[in-house]
């Protein structure tokens, strides 16, 4: 990507993943001159038409850009940056007086999973993926299914991993949020319950996946 990306590149406001995207290739916002813009209302049409340089996007849309004859240049989960791509927060007042609220939300969460990753239900969540991210054909909804059953976490505990990259990134706009200690910031015990009474397993055997 180094001697493909030239200076004065227009990116959308990348968030988390493209910081770290950033930092794994060496570059710098005012040195590379790297212009951040608010992300547009279809990042992928702006990408098509030039507005910016390059975006992060998932497996299906890729897919679509690579039959218009983009490149890819970078893999996120090759090059080991983990982000923070999807996670459930709570805050600390709300858990204490409603955890059965919460353990709720969690086994729905996991239950959704569930769903997602059975082989009888890979067609519906294909054309639920074409829908609501405006995918184009089958071939790319299919991509994106098989890359998301790669990387679908079964028991989605929190990365420690994830969060302390996302810190690392973080901190380089606010230095206070290393005061911060990370594995303070992660809540186990609804899903340790669903994994330890053997819950968890169960809600996936109903759906026929082992």
């Excluded at 074409?130 to 790669?150: N, W």
Aim: charged fraction near 25%.
């Amino acid at each position: 990507m180094g001697s493909e990306w030239e200076s004065a590149s227009v990116v959308p406001a990348l968030g988390l993943h493209g910081m770290l995207v950033l930092k794994h290739f060496g570059l710098d916002e005012k040195r590379d001159r790297i212009q951040f813009i608010e992300p547009p209302p279809q990042i992928t049409e702006a990408l098509g038409t030039g507005r910016i340089d390059a975006a992060v996007l998932d497996p299906a849309r890729c897919t679509e850009f690579l039959a218009k004859g983009f490149s890819v240049l970078l893999d996120l989960d090759s090059a080991g940056i983990a982000g923070i791509q999807t996670a459930l927060a709570v805050d600390g007042a709300y858990l204490r007086e409603h955890p059965g609220v919460v353990e709720k939300v969690v086994t729905g969460i996991v239950e959704g999973i569930a769903f997602s990753v059975a082989p009888a239900n890979r067609r519906i969540v294909e054309k639920t993926l074409m829908a609501h991210m405006r995918i184009s054909t089958q071939e790319a909804a299919g991509r994106g299914y098989e890359s998301f059953l790669l990387r679908v976490n079964r028991k989605p505990f929190a990365s420690l991993e994830a969060l302390k990259q996302g810190q690392g990134v973080i901190a380089l706009h606010d230095p206070n949020v290393l005061k911060l200690k990370m594995e303070d910031m992660i809540e186990e015990r609804f899903l340790r319950k669903l994994d330890e009474s053997g819950a968890l397993d169960r809600i996936y055997s109903t759906y026929g996946v082992k």
